[in-house]
DNA sequence: TTGTACGCGTTATCAT
DNA sequence: ATGATAACGCGTACAA
C-alpha cells in the first residue's frame, strides 16, 4: 500500500485536509505548517492518488483521443504521429494526460468513447478527422460533454468547436502557385471524397482556376483511396491523354499519395519536374525525402494537435466557453517537384 | 450528475451491493433479480464509474506507454504508430486503456512517469525502446511495478520481461541473404552505436561473414543517427573507394535510414540494385513505395506491441509471473532493392 | 489557522 | 440470495 494523505498527516503532527489545503496550496494555512507538512511529505515520499482525487474532485485531468479505426490507413500517414506530438504537448503543458481510444470497427470506436466519457476517464474528448464520427458526434453533443474535432466536421460545422486549416484556401494557393509558374494544365489528384478535405481543397483548386480564367475540366479530377496503389490507374489515364491535353501539373492533396504518384510516373518515364510538376500536401517528413523532394503545403500539423489540446482544457475548465473555431495557417514549402513550364 | 449505482439499486428495489454483483455477474444472485436490475440499468442509462471503481478495486485497466522524447525522431518512425497499433489491440483484448507518458525532456518524460505510478494512474508500464531508459527503469525495478519493455534492456536483460526480435539472427540472416546472392563485399550501415538493436545486428552481420569466410573490415561499417541526412557522408565515402574495394551491398538497419541512402546514391549516379544491392530492416509501409521497393527484414512491429500489451496483462493480473522474454519473429521480404552481383 | 465529518461511486466483508 | 456497512484516498463545508 501506498504512502497516503493520513500518514503525511501522522508524521506532520496536523490533520489530513490540512495536507490536502498545503497542496493546494490553501494561502489560509500558515508558511510554518506547510513547511512542515512538506517536509513529512519529502521524508515519506508521497505522491497524491490522482484516482482519488478525480472522484472526489470530478475531473480525471485525462483527455481522450478518438481515432479512426486502428487498421485504418489513418495510423499509417506520419500525420497521426505529428498530430499527436502536437496534442500531447499542449495537454502536458495543462498537466493533462492522454488516453486513446481505438478499436477495429466503427461500433468497438463508439462503445469505447460511451464508456470514457460515461465512465468518468476523461474529462474531454478530442476526435481526430474521419468520416465516421457522425454517431459519436451527436452522441457528445447530447450531452453536451466538452470536446473538439480537429478537421471541419461534417454538419454542424458552426455549432461544433474544431480546430483546422483554411483548406479551401490552401487549395487555392497550391493552385495560384501552379499557375504562377506558367501552368494551365493542371490536374487535381485527391483523396475519398467523403473527406470534407478533398472537397475543400478541390473547391480552391476550382476557385484559383476561375480567377486565372482556365476552365475546370472533369476529366482532370481524380479522387483516389488515401493509400497508394489506389492513384495508378488513374494517373496512367491521365498521362495517356494526347499530349496537348496531357496536364503538366498535379496538385496531389497527400504526401503518401503523393509518393505513389511519382513512382507510377517513375514507371510511365515520366520525370518530375521536366515532364511534369507535382505539388503536394502535409509536408509531413519524407515529402523531403522522395525522389524528387516534393513541393508541398505544409498545413502545420503539429500546431493543429497542439492548439486541439488547449481549446479542450478550455471548454473543460471554464464552463461554457463559446464556440469556437481556431484556423491554423498553412504556407507552401517550396522544394524540387515544381518547375516553370517550358513552354 | 451522473445516473450512480444506488440509482439503478433504488429503481429496481434492490440494494446497492446486489447492483454491484449483478455488475460483476456474481453467480450467488437469481436469475430474476438479475434481470430486474438489467432492466433498470437500461432503463436510466447506467454506466459504472471507472474511477470509483479504481478507487475501491486498487486497480485502473489502464497501462502507461512511455515513450522517448517527443520532439524525438522516434514519433517520425512509422515504427510508432506500428507498434501502438499492436499495443492498443492487445490492451483492448483484456479492456485495458493506454495512457501516454511523454516529454520534452528526459526528466519531464521521468518525472511523468513517477506521478503516473505513484499516482497510481495506471497498473502498469510498457516502455518503448531508447536509449534514456535507465533510470526509468531502475525506478520500476526498485518499486515493484509491474513493466515489460520493447526491445532488448541495456543491462540486466534476463531479469526484464522484454519482447524482441532475435536481432542477431536477423542481423545474421539479412547478411547471408546477400551473400547467397553472390556478394561478399557487403557494407553494414547501422543507426546509433548506444542502440542495442544497432549492436546486435552488427553482430548478426559479423557472425555471417565469418561463417562465409569473408574478412570483416572496419571501413565497411558506419553508424549514422536514425535520421536521413546523416548517411549523406558516410556513404559517399564508401562509394569513394576504389572499384574494386567498393561494396556491392549495404545492409541498412532503417528503413527510414535506407530511404536517405537511396537519395545519397541517386545522386552519385548509381542505381539500385544495378550497381549496387540493398537490404533494409523494418518493413514499415514505404519500404514497398520508395524507388525501387525495397527488401526489407520485416520485424513484425505490430506483433512486438502486440505481445507487449499481453505480458504486460499478464503480469499485472497474476501477481509474481516470472520473468519472460518474448522473441517475435521475423523474416525477409524481397523487393526490388537485392539482386545477384553481375561478376 | 486548523480540525471534524461527510461525500465522491464502487467493491468486499460480514451478517441475515 | 440479499442487505447493511466499511473501506478506497482525497476535497471541502462547517465548526472550532
Do not use: W
Not at 506558367?182 to 480552391?204: F, S
Not at 518530375?272 to 498545413?299: A, G, K, Q, Y
Amino acid at each position: 500500500m501506498s504512502v497516503t494523505i493520513k500518514d503525511v498527516a501522522k508524521a506532520a503532527n496536523v490533520a489530513p485536509s490540512t495536507v490536502s489545503r498545503v497542496i493546494a496550496n490553501n494561502p489560509r494555512i500558515s508558511e510554518r505548517t506547510k513547511v512542515k507538512v512538506r517536509e513529512a511529505m519529502e521524508l515519506l515520499g508521497y505522491h497524491p492518488n490522482f484516482i482519488a482525487r478525480s472522484l472526489a474532485n470530478q475531473a480525471t485531468q485525462v483527455i481522450g483521443l478518438v481515432t479512426p479505426g486502428s487498421s485504418d490507413v489513418f495510423f499509417q500517414n506520419p500525420f497521426f504521429p505529428t498530430v499527436l506530438r502536437g496534442l500531447n504537448e499542449g495537454a502536458h503543458e495543462h498537466q493533462y494526460a492522454l488516453q486513446l481510444v481505438t478499436g477495429k470497427s466503427e461500433d468497438d470506436i463508439y462503445n469505447g468513447v460511451v464508456q470514457m466519457v460515461q465512465g468518468g476517464r476523461v474529462d474531454g474528448v478530442v476526435l481526430l478527422y474521419s468520416k465516421v464520427e457522425d454517431r459519436i458526434v451527436s452522441y457528445l453533443q447530447e450531452r453536451n460533454f466538452p470536446f473538439v474535432m480537429i478537421g471541419k466536421p461534417y454538419k454542424m460545422a458552426d455549432s461544433i468547436t474544431h480546430v483546422d486549416n483554411d483548406n479551401v484556401r490552401a487549395g487555392f494557393d497550391a493552385t495560384e502557385f501552379l499557375i504562377g509558374m506558367g501552368h494551365e494544365r493542371i490536374a487535381y489528384v485527391g483523396g475519398d471524397k467523403q473527406l470534407v478535405v478533398t472537397v475543400e481543397r478541390l473547391q480552391g483548386y476550382k476557385d484559383a482556376l476561375q480567377k486565372a480564367g482556365i476552365p475546370y475540366r472533369d476529366d482532370y479530377t481524380v479522387h483516389e483511396s488515401f493509400l497508394l496503389e489506389g492513384g495508378k490507374d488513374a494517373i496512367c489515364a491521365l498521362m495517356e491523354l494526347p499530349e496537348q491535353d496531357r496536364p503538366t501539373a498535379l496538385l496531389v492533396t497527400d504526401d503518401l499519395m503523393s509518393l505513389g504518384v511519382l513512382n507510377t510516373l517513375s514507371e510511365l518515364d515520366m520525370s518530375v519536374p521536366e515532364d511534369i510538376s507535382i505539388i503536394s500536401f502535409n509536408n509531413v517528413l519524407f515529402s523531403e525525402m522522395s525522389r524528387p523532394p516534393l513541393t508541398s503545403v505544409d498545413i502545420n500539423i503539429f500546431q493543429l494537435g497542439y492548439e486541439a489540446s488547449k481549446q479542450l482544457i478550455n471548454c473543460v475548465e471554464n464552463k461554457d466557453v463559446p464556440y469556437h473555431r481556431i484556423t491554423v495557417p498553412h504556407k507552401i514549402v517550396k522544394r524540387f517537384s515544381t518547375e516553370y513550364t517550358k513552354k
